[in-house]
C-alpha cells in the first residue's frame, strides 16, 4: 500500500499487489484497479502498448510509444529486478532518456515522487 495522498491534477499509484495496481487519473476522484502492463505518465494511462510478460518485451514495442519530453523511464520487471537485453538499453540510450529498471514496488513508489516534483517520467509497468 502506498501513501493516501493523490493531488487531482495528475496521474496516482495507491497501491500494487502481485497482478494488480489501484490508479487514479487527473481530474478524477475514483480508484480503478489494472490487472495487466500498462504505461503511465503523470497525464495519461496506455494499455494496449506492451506485451502480456516482460520477456516478450522487443524493440517493436517500444518504438510505438511517445518518449516527447520524458527525461526518466522507470521499466518495472514485475516482482523481481530483471534487466532487459542491451539492445533494449541501447534503445533508451540513443533516446536521450534515463532508464531506471526496478522491481513493481520500487517502480510505484518512484513514479509518484517524480510526478508530485513535476519531473517528466513515463512508467512501464509489467506486472508479470
Known amino acids: 500500500m502506498l501513501v493516501?495522498?493523490?493531488?487531482?491534477?495528475?496521474?496516482?499509484i495507491h497501491s500494487y499487489h502481485d497482478n494488480a495496481l489501484q490508479i487514479s487519473l487527473p481530474d478524477s476522484h475514483q480508484k480503478t484497479t489494472l490487472s495487466r502492463n500498462?504505461?503511465?505518465?503523470?497525464?495519461?494511462?496506455?494499455?494496449?502498448?506492451?506485451p502480456p510478460c516482460y520477456h516478450d518485451l522487443t524493440l517493436s514495442h517500444l518504438q510505438r510509444i511517445d518518449y516527447t519530453d520524458t527525461e526518466i523511464i522507470l521499466l518495472s520487471s514485475g516482482k523481481n529486478i530483471l534487466f532487459p537485453p542491451s539492445?533494449?538499453?541501447?534503445?533508451?540510450?540513443?533516446?536521450?532518456t534515463g532508464l531506471e529498471v526496478m522491481d513493481i514496488g520500487a517502480a510505484c513508489r518512484t513514479f509518484n515522487l517524480l510526478v508530485t516534483e513535476h519531473?517528466?517520467?513515463?512508467?512501464?509497468?509489467?506486472l508479470t
Open 38 to 50: 500498462i504505461i503511465l505518465s503523470p497525464f495519461t494511462l496506455q494499455e494496449d502498448l506492451l
Open 119 to 126: 519531473r517528466p517520467v513515463l512508467a512501464l509497468l509489467f
Open 87 to 96: 539492445k533494449i538499453i541501447q534503445f533508451f540510450v540513443q533516446q536521450q
Open 4 to 12: 493516501e495522498e493523490h493531488h487531482s491534477d495528475h496521474t496516482y
